[in-house]
């Protein structure tokens, strides 16, 4: 049974940075897609960043752009998620997501695309 871990969050003030981190036990196929979904209290889940794995490619919610960067260290089966310049908006659950399927511009950000699920992170952003 995969098993995704996520480690980093926490409380931060308005502008600083905070590095999330997810392992995932087992998830070692090199085509695959992992990244992060959010979710505040009172919205739904929504799609934060990731990585396709096999190449790289990443894909980015408008609304972290050029804040977040979404990066994989192979060898050690984790992905991680730099986030810089962080607004009180930001303040959610974050979720390490995973799945063996592509996904394209236009797929990336649903839930129901994700078969793997971490047990999520606080991060509380003070203004």
């Known amino acids: 049974q995969e098993q995704l871990v996520e480690s980093g969050g926490g409380p931060v003030q308005a502008g600083g940075s905070l590095r999330l981190s997810c392992a995932a036990s087992?998830?070692?196929?090199?085509?695959?897609?992992m990244g992060w979904f959010r979710q505040a209290p009172g919205k739904e889940r929504e799609g934060v960043a990731v990585i396709y794995t096999g190449s790289g490619r990443t894909y980015y919610a408008d609304s972290v752009k050029g804040r977040f960067t979404i990066s994989q260290e192979n060898a050690k089966n984790t992905v991680y998620l730099q986030m810089n310049s962080l607004k009180p908006e930001d303040t959610a659950m974050y979720y390490c997501?995973?799945?063996?399927?592509?996904?394209?511009?236009?797929?990336?950000?649903?839930?129901?695309?994700?078969?793997?699920w971490g047990q999520g992170t606080q991060v509380t952003v003070s203004s």
């Open positions: 997501a995973a799945d063996y399927r592509m996904w394209t511009s236009s797929t990336w950000f649903y839930e129901s695309g994700y078969h793997y």
């Open positions: 087992e998830f070692r196929d090199s085509r695959s897609t």
